[in-house]
């Protein structure tokens, strides 16, 4: 249920833009989310729905880019793109592996008015 934490928290980022760069309304709201993040899209849409009713991002559509889970292998080096945390290196079997990407989230992008 972190999901709600997760909208309210980018509800906040929304408004404190809105602030300094002076708009009133969000049309859309781009989101990049790694595939590694533990989000629930649908929950995370749902809640975005909710605590956005009566905000400038009411009725904003919320646009979910998906982001590849990357690591690269400490042991060779060998870059590769990985679906869960603890997997093994495809070049030399080890689990020594550094995410480098798809383990997190954010706003690429907000259409305003």
Do not use: P
């Not at 709600?4 to 009133?24: G, N, R, V």
């Not at 781009?30 to 649908?42: D, H, K, M, R, T």
């Not at 495809?90 to 008015?113: D, P």
């Amino acid at each position: 249920m972190h999901e709600l934490s997760l909208a309210e928290s980018i509800l906040q980022l929304i408004e404190d833009a809105a602030i300094e760069q002076k708009f009133t309304q969000v049309k859309t709201v781009w989101l990049e989310v790694g595939q590694l993040a533990c989000v629930e899209q649908e929950s995370l849409r749902f809640f975005f729905t909710v605590v956005t009713e009566d905000s400038i991002a009411r009725q904003a559509k919320l646009e979910i880019i998906d982001i590849a889970g990357q690591a690269m292998c400490d042991q060779c080096h060998q870059v590769m793109m990985i679906a869960t945390y603890h997997q093994v290196c495809s070049q030399c079997g080890s689990y020594a592996l550094h995410v480098t990407q798809g383990n997190g989230m954010r706003i690429k992008e907000l259409e305003v008015e």
